[in-house]
């Protein structure tokens, strides 16, 4: 795809990409289920999952046009591979809706906030990925900032804190395993997205209705779809479109640890959208949690890209010096032949 060809346009892109469709899809659940919006209660903070199984299904027929008509290419990844990711990745989204149900707010906060430190220690576990202190410093500050504007108060139990654990491992996991799947088959972000959206649209969809009646005690059947509700849920699936692809290509172009820590700039997003559309409350705690969070982004950024250029000046370090000693032993070699040697190869040249 051509968005994957042009690494510089493409970096801009998929992150602003992701941002706007993250958040647009959490300020159109919002008016979903505020009650004075169109209370459709099957929706959470990170999408019920009949909701996130419509999203799925709408994705899964964007792909199937976009290999249809030939704009991208299907390429082969196993059935069990693509089947065991789509449980680990329902298992996150049940694993947070559950969360939040049985939670506090600010506890089911504190735990996508250790989504951080877990990807980082299955990043070193799995692909013995090392970070250097102003990379783990610069992640610190970001989920110090963070938590100081969206944590409040703090209420945890048994059933929420497995919810919880199973939700931060799955998520992670999942994150880890979309990268490690396009570099193993040699595939591209949306072409895996493809491979993947119908099997977890229907699962989701099997499964959705009866883990949403469970959280709702509401049958999806019951709700009155008015014309309003129905064009907020395809702009939700719509968005959700783009917010898969951009998950999958900012994963696949950077690692899971920059999706995640970057990603909060969605979480800062949504707090200054929801004072200005939805006159939610925003504090002074709230706005230097915000401009700590930004600063460590801007460190991490700055960290990341300090490690790149000082792998590749040794990268090219390297080089020269292997050439230099290429060069070394040839003059020795040279310098090691016998006059007569010498004479016969400048005659035959």
Not at 201 to 220: I, M, Q
Not at 228 to 247: E, H, R
Request: charged share 10%; net charge neutral.
């Amino acid at each position: 795809m051509d968005l994957e060809k042009k690494p510089v346009v493409s970096d801009v892109g998929a992150w602003a990409m992701n941002v706007v469709s993250s958040v647009g899809i959490i300020m159109a659940n919002k008016q979903l289920m505020s009650p004075n919006g169109y209370g459709f209660s099957f929706v959470y903070i990170n999408a019920a999952t009949t909701l996130t199984g419509f999203h799925f299904t709408v994705t899964a027929l964007v792909g199937w046009v976009s290999n249809a008509t030939g704009l991208s290419a299907s390429k082969y990844v196993p059935f069990w591979e693509l089947f065991w990711f789509s449980v680990v990745a329902n298992l996150s989204i049940t694993g947070m809706n559950l969360s939040l149900l049985l939670n506090s707010v600010g506890f089911y906060q504190i735990s996508k906030l250790s989504i951080i430190p877990v990807v980082c220690f299955m990043e070193f576990l799995l692909h013995s990925k090392h970070y250097s202190q102003r990379v783990i410093v610069a992640v610190a500050v970001v989920a110090l900032g963070v938590g100081i504007c969206t944590v409040t108060d703090v209420d945890i139990n048994a059933k929420g804190l497995l919810c919880a654990c199973v939700a931060v491992f799955c998520t992670s996991l999942q994150q880890i395993t979309i990268g490690s799947f396009q570099k193993k088959y040699s595939i591209g972000s949306f072409e895996l997205l493809s491979k993947t959206a119908p099997v977890q649209a229907v699962s989701l969809l099997l499964v959705g209705p009866f883990a949403d009646y469970y959280l709702n005690h509401r049958s999806l059947l019951e709700y009155p779809f008015s014309s309003g509700a129905t064009a907020f849920i395809i702009l939700s699936c719509s968005l959700a479109v783009f917010c898969n692809m951009s998950q999958y290509l900012c994963i696949g172009r950077f690692s899971a640890t920059s999706f995640q820590v970057l990603g909060h700039m969605k979480t800062v997003c949504v707090l200054i959208l929801g004072w200005v559309l939805f006159d939610s409350a925003l504090t002074v705690k709230n706005i230097l949690g915000m401009l700590l969070a930004v600063l460590g982004m801007v460190v991490y950024s700055w960290a990341v890209e300090h490690e790149k250029q000082a792998k590749s000046a040794t990268h090219i370090s390297a080089e020269i010096k292997s050439e230099g000693e290429d060069i070394k032993l040839l003059k020795e070699k040279v310098n090691g032949l016998p006059a007569s040697d010498l004479e016969s190869a400048q005659t035959k040249s």
